[in-house]
């Protein structure tokens, strides 16, 4: 009886130990497929990425200067449009600016960008400081409150 074990228990670690070869070399296969599908054809990067990667995709490079203030709120509309863009700093000027680097192609999306960000940053232009609405307020209500103290009193000027 513990032969007929021993023989079923060695044939089935033989038929587990095949099919679990079989299964490993079958994923090797297919990962070394997938890697090298992955080689033939390379997926572009989008969004900010480096100016040397944005150049090596020969699309035809353009740039814009921007201001170190609106950079967030311009990466926030190129995200948004899906424009592939560089930044790069230049300090040779004194107070540094920055160079948007971006494929020529993408030139209707970003124009669509700038709009946005134009539209932003006149809103935020038009609207005035919340301080100064207070200071502004403050001074109106002491003027009145003096006002309302004459009259009060009998003193009138």
Known sequence: MQDEVREKSVAF??????????LTAS???YAIEQYLKQQRNPRAPHGKQSVKSL???????QNIEITDKNIRSFQSA?????VDYALKKDTSSQPPRYLVFFKARDTDALTAAFREFSGKQLKRNKKPSILVQLKKFQGQIVNHDRAQNRTKNGIER
């Open 13 to 22: 670690v033989i038929r587990v130990g095949k099919t679990g070869g079989k």
């Open 27 to 29: 994923m090797l296969k």
């Open 55 to 61: 150049v090596r995709q020969g699309a035809g490079v």
């Open 78 to 82: 190129a995200r948004k449009y899906g």
